[in-house]
């Protein structure tokens, strides 16, 4: 049986410049990268067994990538605005473009889209679904003055503060006129391969060509799923239920107790609607409570005082609790306003039909006023 792949593990793929070239790859372990090694094409069995998490490295001369500063406006505005700018410039046309930020810099790639598809293919050929695919060249560290070189798998690469790209003669000095040059060591090369491979700096898998995802709805276990929701509702119906009669039993203890000390004072009460009713009666008989005139009457009077054109022609109090007035202004308006400012504050208000004038030209109305 094959040991198991810990989340440590990964292997990093080189492809070639050129078809007859051989495959370099290297196993990633808890501890690093591991020695290079060569596969020839991509045809016939593979050599690494399990693999763990991919990332395939593709050839700088077909990846060149463009280095700038990120502009003052949010990364992802950046970034879309970045790949608006290539298709405008007519690069995105059979070419796959690929943006992102890396360090506070904007990077991007235009590849074409057959190689992107060949690549893939060959990958496929060989079992593997690439997490990431990198332009070779970004394992080169960026200097800010200085033109970096490095060879990787025997490929030449360059990087300057602006451009990695394949370490060719004529590109190297074209791009790199006027700059100091620097190798780059193995030893710093392989740090920079475990780095890329943990956090891949720009990943030409995105947009059409993005790593498709396992949908969870395919790989479900749904009878299991099922029976957890099953047992879910219940527990929560469950639960509801419980809560529901201990509401039940607090509510009746507190009605128990509010009647028991209502009958006390009213021993003819035999439940608490019959206990309201002969508590409304005594607030009415003693001019206190909501039923008393006192409150509607207040009410009615601080609504009237926001609309200083309505005026009283009659009031009453009826023992119910309920106040009787005849409001009359210039205007309906000013009769409505009041019976607004009397319902806002929670009173029971009725009023007729419809308001009409009296013979004076006023608006009036018999209304009614008591607490809810």
């Given at each position: 049986?094959?040991?198991?792949?810990?989340?440590?593990?990964?292997?990093?793929?080189?492809?070639?410049?050129?078809?007859?070239?051989?495959?370099?790859?290297?196993?990633?372990?808890?501890?690093?990268?591991?020695?290079?090694?060569?596969?020839?094409?991509?045809?016939?069995?593979?050599?690494?067994?399990?693999?763990?998490?991919?990332?395939?490295?593709?050839?700088?001369?077909?990846?060149?990538?463009?280095?700038?500063?990120?502009?003052?406006?949010?990364?992802?505005?950046?970034?879309?605005?970045?790949?608006?700018?290539l298709?405008?410039?007519?690069?995105?046309?059979?070419?796959?473009?690929?943006?992102?930020?890396?360090?506070?810099?904007?990077?991007?790639?235009?590849?074409?889209?057959a190689?992107?598809?060949r690549?893939?293919?060959?990958?496929?050929?060989?079992?593997?679904?690439?997490?990431?695919?990198?332009?070779?060249?970004?394992v080169l560290?960026?200097?800010?003055?200085?033109?970096?070189?490095?060879?990787?798998?025997?490929?030449?690469?360059?990087?300057?503060?602006?451009?990695?790209?394949?370490?060719?003669?004529?590109?190297?000095?074209?791009?790199?006129a006027?700059?100091?040059?620097?190798?780059?060591e193995?030893?710093?090369i392989?740090?920079?391969?475990?780095?890329i491979?943990?956090?891949?700096?720009?990943?030409?898998?995105?947009?059409?060509?993005?790593?498709?995802?396992?949908?969870?709805?395919?790989?479900?276990?749904?009878?299991?799923?099922?029976?957890?929701?099953?047992?879910?509702?219940?527990?929560g119906?469950?639960?509801?239920?419980?809560?529901i009669?201990?509401?039940?039993?607090?509510?009746?203890a507190?009605?128990?107790?509010?009647?028991?000390?209502?009958?006390?004072?009213?021993?003819?009460?035999?439940?608490?609607?019959?206990?309201?009713?002969?508590?409304?009666?005594?607030?009415?008989?003693?001019?206190?409570?909501?039923?008393?005139?006192?409150?509607?009457?207040?009410?009615?009077?601080?609504?009237?005082?926001?609309?200083?054109?309505?005026?009283?022609?009659d009031?009453?109090?009826?023992?119910?609790?309920?106040?009787?007035?005849?409001?009359?202004?210039?205007?309906?308006?000013?009769?409505?306003?009041?019976?607004?400012?009397?319902?806002?504050e929670?009173?029971?208000?009725?009023?007729?039909?419809?308001?009409?004038?009296?013979?004076?030209?006023?608006?009036?109305?018999?209304?009614?006023?008591?607490?809810?």
């Open positions: 049986m094959a040991p198991a792949v810990s989340p440590a593990d990964g292997l990093i793929v080189l492809l070639p410049a050129s078809p007859d070239e051989a495959w370099r790859w290297w196993r990633v372990e808890a501890d690093g990268i591991g020695a290079e090694q060569f596969l020839d094409g991509p045809l016939g069995n593979a050599p690494w067994g399990e693999t763990g998490s991919v990332t395939v490295l593709v050839p700088a001369a077909d990846a060149p990538v463009i280095d700038k500063p990120m502009s003052a406006m949010p990364v992802a505005q950046a970034l879309a605005a970045e790949r608006l700018a298709a405008q410039a007519g690069l995105a046309v059979d070419h796959h473009v690929a943006v992102a930020e890396h360090r506070g810099r904007l990077l991007s790639a235009t590849v074409s889209a190689d992107m598809d690549w893939i293919a060959d990958l496929s050929g060989l079992g593997l679904d690439p997490e990431s695919i990198i332009p070779a060249g970004l560290p960026r200097d800010d003055d200085r033109l970096v070189l490095g060879t990787l798998g025997g490929q030449l690469l360059a990087r300057t503060p602006g451009v990695a790209f394949a370490g060719e003669e004529a590109l190297v000095m074209t791009l790199g006027g700059l100091e040059q620097v190798l780059t193995e030893e710093r392989a740090q920079s391969l475990a780095a491979h943990a956090a891949p700096p720009l990943n030409l898998r995105q947009g059409a060509y993005a790593a498709k995802r396992v949908s969870v709805f395919r790989t479900a276990d749904w009878l299991g799923l099922a029976r957890m929701a099953a047992i879910a509702a219940l527990l119906l469950l639960l509801m239920l419980v809560w009669v201990k509401w039940n039993i607090d509510s009746s507190l009605e128990s107790r509010a009647l028991e000390m209502a009958q006390a004072r009213f021993p003819a009460a035999t439940d608490i609607d019959t206990a309201e009713r002969l508590l409304n009666a005594e607030l009415a008989r003693r001019g206190q409570g909501g039923a008393s005139f006192a409150a509607p009457a207040a009410a009615l009077l601080e609504a009237m005082r926001a609309v200083p054109a309505v005026r009283l022609r009031l009453g109090y009826a023992p119910d609790g309920t106040l009787r007035f005849t409001a009359a202004a210039p205007r309906a308006d000013d009769v409505n306003a009041v019976l607004i400012a009397l319902q806002n929670g009173w029971k208000v009725t009023v007729p039909p419809a308001l009409a004038p009296d013979p004076t030209g006023a608006t009036v109305a018999a209304i009614t006023v008591r607490a809810p």
